[in-house]
């Protein structure tokens, strides 16, 4: 099996593919600073507010690859197993998952040094889950240990990394991703010579998880969290105006979802009746767009070539992969929305 900081001819050639879905997946995604580029070993560290898109994001910041570490259960089965391989993406088992689990990330993280050694930057989410807030949860040891770990070998940044988004749930929103100034881990770890492994890991972490809030829109998990929300990011209206537009453009609706019929209605099926956890909403109509765009296309190519003029039947298809996008934008027309603020 190829390692994962080789390069992939296949794996290249898609990459633009899957870039062009995650940027189409929001009106807007800005990317605010980079990781470095001077020979250091990279460890991204983000937030993780927003499931399978928190990655695509993390991932389209750069052209180069990125690896990242993944929930370990979904690699239980030998077809996703390989997929994920070749996503490159690693298993890192999480202490819910049990302690056999966890026993078998000693087997995996001299992949990430390998990784780390090749120059390919490592993502892993440090808090260990996802969770659709404006905030943060503690942020877990293994991350501070991986990084430890391989400044021993060759100097290592630790980088943190903030996302944000107007809305978790709803497609077509706005999305910023913030990189942070990194963390030294070796210079770190010769400032703090005296401490303990624990005193060691604990204030890396702290670090850490101060830097990445700095990031982010980042309102503390109490019972005043609602109300801060509503003053830093507060639900408005849509003028008066989006109703007249929302009329003028009602075809350009009707045509977009006649197109994409099949993507969107078997995305709003699984959203709607078959997802346990809602967070996941995003992350289904985006692989919807992923896998449903090349074959639509390839039927309405088809179609429009054998029934169309070859202009007319080109223009459609052109049309054609916007279309998914203007189906949601009109729905989102008339929604109340909510506005990313320039600094946290």
């Not at 749930?169 to 999305?175: N, V």
Request: charged content about 20%.
């Amino acid at each position: 099996m190829r390692e994962l900081w080789e390069k992939d001819k296949l794996y290249s050639f898609l990459r633009p593919y899957v870039d062009w879905c995650t940027r189409s997946s929001y009106t807007r995604l800005e990317v605010e600073g980079s990781i470095p580029s001077d020979g250091r070993a990279v460890i991204i560290a983000p937030n993780h507010c927003n499931t399978l898109m928190d990655a695509l994001v993390v991932l389209q910041a750069r052209r180069e690859a990125t690896v990242f570490g993944a929930r370990a259960d979904i690699f239980n089965k030998s077809a996703a197993a390989r997929a994920l391989h070749f996503l490159k993406i690693l298993p890192i088992a999480r202490q819910r998952d049990g302690f056999h689990a966890v026993a078998k990330n000693l087997e995996v993280i001299p992949h990430i040094y390998d990784v780390l050694h090749h120059g390919l930057p490592f993502c892993i989410f440090p808090e260990g889950r996802h969770r659709t807030m404006h905030s943060l949860l503690p942020i877990r040891k293994g991350v501070v240990r991986l990084a430890v770990g391989n400044a021993e070998t060759q100097p290592t940044a630790l980088v943190p990394a903030g996302l944000d988004y107007t809305d978790y749930f709803r497609y077509r929103g706005k999305c910023r991703l913030r990189f942070g100034e990194p963390i030294d881990v070796n210079a770190y770890v010769a400032e703090h010579s005296g401490a303990g492994k624990t005193e060691l890991y604990e204030g890396l972490s702290a670090e850490l998880s101060k830097r990445i809030s700095e990031l982010i829109v980042y309102l503390p998990d109490d019972e005043h969290y609602e109300e801060r929300l509503e003053e830093i990011m507060p639900l408005r209206r849509q003028p008066w105006w989006k109703y007249v537009l929302a009329v003028l453009t009602a075809p350009f609706f009707v045509l977009s979802a006649l197109l994409t019929a099949p993507m969107w209605g078997v995305a709003e099926w699984i959203c709607r009746f078959k997802l346990g956890d809602k967070a996941f909403s995003n992350s289904v109509r985006y692989l919807l767009r992923l896998v449903g765009t090349p074959l639509m296309f390839l039927i309405w190519a088809v179609l429009g070539f054998v029934f169309l003029p070859w202009w007319a039947a080109a223009g459609l298809l052109v049309y054609f992969l916007f279309s998914y996008s203007i189906f949601y934008d009109w729905l989102n027309l008339l929604a109340p929305h909510r506005t990313l603020p320039p600094n946290n």
